[in-house]
């Protein structure tokens, strides 16, 4: 119980050290990193490792698998503010050997788009970096895209599918939240299409 109090305590004066306009250029590596697996820890993330090379950080996760790699793609959205100097996030699967690289352009882009809106939701507000990471790992432009899409379509879908009976109803909060979820989803997709350029991006907004 001590410790739990002890870490609050420690994550508290490290955000208020980050805030403090006198104080950000010094913030040591130490408080950065407690930031770090603080914010990865609230997207629900269990962070078994971090790890320091100069312009990379690796985060490291018991496994990696299609249902929590949007989890874990937010994770890095939510860690990268408290981590400006990052060039690219490499994040590993525990006893794994083929990273999921995801790059500072990419997350800027992401949180550009965040920022815009004022909250951030998950998985959808990440599926740009989704396919950053498809194209890291040297997947087709366009096989990329269309997963992507796929994947997008898939949380719209699924949000419908939980609200059937709310939305037969009229549910004026239901519809609300599935619109919510489809806008997000349209900005994700229009944001990855900005990043691409005009070839490859325009194909995805078609």
């Known amino acids: ?11 508290a004066l490290a955000i208020a050290t980050l805030n403090d ?3 950000r250029v010094a913030i040591p590596e130490s408080t950065r990193n407690l930031l770090i697996c603080d914010a990865v820890g609230s997207t629900g993330v269990r962070l078994l490792k971090l790890r320091r090379a100069p312009g990379k950080l690796t985060l490291t996760v018991r496994n990696i698998t299609s249902r929590n790699i949007l989890d874990l793609l937010g994770a890095v959205a939510a860690a990268a ?3 400006p100097e ?8 525990e006893g794994g050997t083929l990273p999921l690289l995801v790059d500072r352009a990419w997350v800027e882009a992401v949180l550009g788009q965040v920022g815009e809106a004022g909250k951030m939701l998950l998985p959808d507000d990440v599926l740009p970096l989704m396919m950053n990471v498809l194209l890291n790992a040297e997947i087709a432009p ?6 992507v ?16 009976e709310r939305l ?3 549910d004026s909060v239901a519809m609300s939240n599935l619109l919510l979820r489809v806008e997000h989803v349209r900005r994700a997709i229009q944001c990855t299409a900005k990043v691409l350029g005009f070839e490859v991006g325009s194909n995805i907004l078609r």
């Not at 366009?142 to 997963?147: E, I, M, P, R």
């Open 21 to 23: 306009p006198f104080t």
């Open 149 to 164: 899409i796929e994947v997008g379509a898939v949380q719209v879908l699924g949000e419908a599918d939980l609200l059937t």
């Open 1 to 11: 119980m001590c410790r739990a109090f002890d870490h609050g305590v420690e994550v």
């Open 86 to 93: 990052v060039a690219r996030w490499e994040n590993r699967e």
């Open 142 to 147: 366009a096989l990329a895209a269309y997963s």
């Open 168 to 170: 037969k109803g009229s």
């Open 81 to 83: 503010p408290h981590a």
